[in-house]
């Protein structure tokens, strides 16, 4: 068991609490740094495809998770991203700015998509992002002059400052650069005042407003931040595909952002990375596990899509918290032991009252 | 010292056709205790959402004596009247329920803020600053109503009496210059009643705010008040000091209701010359 | 007289959206929980027909009351098992559960063999037929969804207007807890309402199957509703009915009016000025807080 003896606020600041979090974390850096020579081609490319997923998480964890505004279209925001990057580094715009500007334009939609939720809330809200995520996808599919229509655009090599990324391992730097980045950027964010403004719009705007927060300049704010990161996991998507269509950003796109955050753990920022690992991970895992079951069941095209929608249902019914919930839980048993109590996380039972009230 | 802070200027308010506050005129002075008493449905929570700019009202206005010199207060935006020193406790509590005493504190030190987004993003050292500086402050309000032992604790598992210290603290984060309290002691027992009593006679003469609130429990009413305000049916029915109030004809009949009269129809209370000043 | 035409088609497709809708609001009016499975239950539906009809060698109507007499079992089945342990918990939970529902659906059709994958005609006694009346060349497939339509949901609101149900179901989404202590048997009505929003969905598969074939992505029309409830308000059930008719309408005709690619996009630009103008819908209630 840890005591943590507090003696100093900047201890309840910091990032890290203890010791022993700055040893596991310095750990996986340094295990995620070795990676290229540690794992095969194949796995560091699933490993790219995690943090570039994890980025994503991020954004739609700040909005969902932490700000409490659902939106139900966020693959718009990674199309709008991954376009702008194709299209700007097609004409030969340097990789850096490519991105600011896939960051930006992403951004500017954010802004135009959270107009909705300066008025409404709750389910309105996502049928408000849910239509911008149609509208978005049928303009990249329609504006063909641009982005190549249904057909798609290929896209050439990220090219940064002279450096030619083709191999596997410099993309994954770069990925894994920018997802610590960001990282730490939400980290920060989260422990000063604008996170914090964040939260209380999502327990109770009522509170919020009274307590001096402007509620549209912080939802426009995490909307814009939201899609953001979304617009830089889009551009970074572009580059690793190397060829983007819009059929990539529909619904089930979407659907499968929000299935990451909530199987990862609402509001939290682990829960990201967790549901990132998750999404990457279970169709390797099901690729796997499908030698082993009867033809009829192992190579029927729907098992995926059953396995996702079953795990996605246990997890709701069983472990609303989510992956991260159930880790913390595992630790704090591991912490305690033997004195882990059985009824400590045990949840209230809830009776459902009008959200419309709320 | 007697400089007025707020004066409510026939305030009316309609919703519909129901009138929930009609042609409402007080002032509060600095440094006061000034309480709403009434019935319940009288419309004193309604005045407070005037104050707060919840609700906009159907006529008349408020004047506020801000940081920078008098201001009308009706013309203002909901979310600067925490800017202008004007700070709320809410008769259903809300507090932030996924967040811990603490952080509920630290949002009320929101408009005390000192880093805007971008060094917010990189966690500058104004923002380190700032927030060190935040959370001394939030410590002088947590040793002021004792919440010490809640620090950490998760709103959403506090039972309903501590709530009510934590919204009270939270309101005293935001460093106001008037407080608006709805309610403070309802649902709270009888040790739970005196500590909040202490704790605003504290408020006015330590920390030297204003204090306007709504209250039932007469004897905290006339323990810590020195003015009153009765309201019965969103009118004025009375206003002096607690003595003067409480014995006043309409009030008692507002109330009890006059002798000889079993049901209790709307009648216009009688103004026996309880208007003090 | 072309704009009539349109409008006729647009009006039947609109009662599909109104159907599905129709359940949206059912559950949303008992539960205030919004199912996004009704589009995948409205699809089970139609292969329950098909079931019938070529599996068990039921004529149309058995296969159809079976179909619907199924669905509603299963719907109530799905609110037993599945839905009942979460309600009280945030409405997003719950969403992210039906989605999961209509993912895991979609998947167990698929992965029938040989079934799951194709697309299959439900054989209706009245298909490819046609009337002509006054010049108007009627699909008498549509008809038979407008007829159908309109029956029902005059049934639907006189029992949620007139009857006890209708108001204990009312009752137990604004306040579960007070429901449950005025004696309502709020876990029942919670399965029934399911049962009637699996039925309603049942009901509009088998209307559409003649129209766009029976396959497992059908419920992907399920979508479309959503802008239908939106306008109509989501508390309202005529008003999802109206506003699955204004949503196909406006798809009708902006398919023909309009350049490519605005036909599939209209609802969802409908849905964007219904929002910004009235966010409650046509029919919906407007519910604030008080503090």
Not at chain 1, 14 to 23: I, S, T
Not at chain 1, 32 to 54: C, D, G, N, R, S
Not at chain 1, 59 to 74: D, R, V
Not at chain 1, 275 to 304: C, E, H, N, S, W
Request: proline share 4%; charged share 15%; hydrophobic share 50%.
């Amino acid at each position: 068991m840890r005591f943590i003896f507090k003696t100093d606020y900047m201890q309840d600041i910091r990032l890290a609490q203890h010791a022993g979090q700055v040893f596991w974390y310095g750990a996986l850096m340094l295990a995620l740094l070795a990676a290229p020579w540690l794992v095969a081609e194949y796995w560091l490319a699933q490993l790219t495809f995690i943090l570039i997923y994890a980025i994503a998480g991020l954004g739609l964890m700040l909005l969902a998770g932490f700000t409490g505004l659902f939106s139900l279209g966020h693959a718009a925001f990674l199309g709008v991203g991954a376009y702008t990057q194709a299209v700007l580094t097609n004409a030969g715009v340097p990789f850096a700015i490519a991105l600011a500007c896939a960051a930006g334009l992403s951004a500017g939609v954010g802004v135009v998509v959270g107009l909705p939720a300066l008025r409404v809330k709750g389910v309105y809200l996502g049928m408000a992002t849910l239509s911008f995520g149609f509208i978005v996808e049928e303009v990249l599919a329609r504006w063909e002059s641009v982005t190549g229509g249904n057909a798609g655009i290929r896209i050439k090599q990220p090219d940064i400052f002279g450096w030619t990324l083709s191999s596997g391992g410099a993309f994954y730097f770069l990925c894994l650069l920018i997802t610590v980045l960001a990282t730490l950027g939400i980290l920060n964010l989260l422990r000063a005042p604008t996170g914090r403004a964040f939260v209380a719009i999502r327990d109770s705007e009522i509170s919020a407003q009274s307590m001096g927060i402007h509620l549209a300049r912080y939802k426009t704010l995490s909307f814009a931040l939201s899609a953001a990161l979304a617009g830089i996991a889009g551009a970074l998507y572009a580059h690793k595909l190397q060829f983007i269509s819009p059929d990539q950003f529909d619904i089930l796109q979407s659907i499968d952002l929000l299935l990451m955050i909530v199987i990862g753990g609402l509001g939290s920022v682990h829960g990201a990375f967790l549901g990132a690992i998750f999404l990457i991970a279970m169709p390797q895992a099901i690729a796997m596990v499908k030698d082993y079951l009867p033809p009829t069941v192992g190579q029927a095209p729907g098992l995926q899509g059953l396995v996702y929608g079953v795990v996605l249902v246990a997890f709701v019914l069983f472990e609303p918290q989510g992956l991260y919930g159930r880790w913390l839980k595992i630790r704090t048993y591991l912490q305690m032991f033997p004195f882990y109590r059985k009824g400590m996380f045990k949840r209230q039972k809830t009776f459902q009252k009008s959200d419309r009230l709320r | 010292m007697n400089n007025i802070l707020l004066s409510a200027q026939n305030l009316s308010l309609r919703f519909g056709g129901v009138l929930a506050v009609n042609n409402v005129s007080f002032e509060v002075r600095q440094g006061e205790v000034f309480t709403l008493i009434g019935p319940n449905g009288a419309g004193k929570t309604t005045v407070f959402n005037l104050i707060s700019r919840i609700y906009t009202p159907s006529s008349g206005a408020i004047d506020y004596l801000g940081p920078d010199g008098l201001l009308r207060l009706t013309a203002q935006p909901p979310q600067a009247v925490a800017g202008l020193g004007i700070a709320r406790t809410f008769q259903n509590i809300e507090l932030f329920e996924h967040a811990t005493v603490l952080q509920n504190l630290l949002i009320g030190r929101h408009t005390q803020r000192q880093s805007g987004f971008w060094q917010d993003l990189f966690f500058t050292r104004t923002t380190r600053q700032a927030e060190l500086k935040a959370r001394e402050k939030a410590e002088d309000v947590i040793d002021f109503l004792d919440l010490q032992h809640q620090r950490d604790a998760l709103v959403a598992g506090l039972p309903y009496g501590v709530r009510k210290v934590v919204e009270l603290a939270r309101a005293l984060c935001t460093e106001p210059r008037l407080l608006l309290l709805d309610e403070p002691s309802s649902g709270l027992n009888v040790e739970e009643t005196e500590d909040m009593a202490f704790w605003i006679a504290d408020i006015k003469n330590d920390l030297g705010v204003t204090v306007l609130m709504v209250e039932h429990d007469m004897a905290l009413v006339s323990k810590v008040s020195d003015r009153v305000l009765a309201m019965n049916q969103g009118e004025v029915i009375a206003l002096g000091t607690p003595r003067e109030v409480q014995g006043d004809a309409g009030v008692i009949e507002a109330y009890l209701g006059s002798e000889g009269d079993v049901s209790s129809l709307r009648r216009p209370a009688p103004h026996a010359g309880a208007r003090a000043a | 007289m072309q704009l009539l035409q349109l409008v006729i088609s647009g009006i039947a497709q609109g009662c599909i959206y109104g159907l599905i809708a129709l359940g949206f609001v059912l559950i949303y009016k008992a539960t205030e929980t919004v199912s996004f499975a009704q589009g995948e239950l409205m699809m089970l539906g139609a292969f329950g027909g098909l079931a019938g009809m070529t599996l068990l060698g039921f004529p149309y109507w058995l296969a159809v009351l079976c179909a619907i007499a199924g669905m509603a079992l299963f719907g109530a089945l799905l609110e037993r098992i599945v839905i009942r342990p979460i309600l009280g918990q945030p409405a997003f939970s719950i969403v992210m559960l039906t989605i999961g529902i209509g993912y895991a659906a979609r998947g167990l059709i698929t992965m029938i063999p040989n079934i799951g994958t194709e697309t299959h005609t439900l054989a209706v006694p009245y298909k490819d037929q046609i009337w002509n009346l006054a010049g108007l060349v009627l699909n008498v497939e549509q008809m038979v969804v407008i007829a159908v339509t309109a029956a029902l949901s005059a049934l639907l609101y006189l029992l949620f207007r007139y009857s006890k149900l209708g108001l204990a179901m009312q009752a137990a989404s604004q306040n579960q807890l007070a429901a449950y202590y005025m004696g309502i048997p709020v876990k029942r009505l919670n399965g029934i309402a399911w049962a009637l929003a699996s039925a309603v969905a049942a009901i509009a598969g088998l209307l559409l199957a003649p129209i766009t074939f029976v396959h497992a992505n059908m419920g992907f029309i399920g979508l479309k509703a959503f802008p239908a409830a939106v306008v109509g308000g989501f508390s309202s059930l005529p008003g999802a009915i109206v506003g699955g008719l204004v949503i196909g309408i406006v798809e009708s005709l902006s398919g023909f009016y309009l350049p490519d690619g605005f036909k599939d996009t209209a609802a969802y630009v409908v849905v964007l000025i219904m929002l910004v103008v009235k966010p409650t819908g046509l029919f919906g209630e407007k519910l604030r807080k008080k503090v």
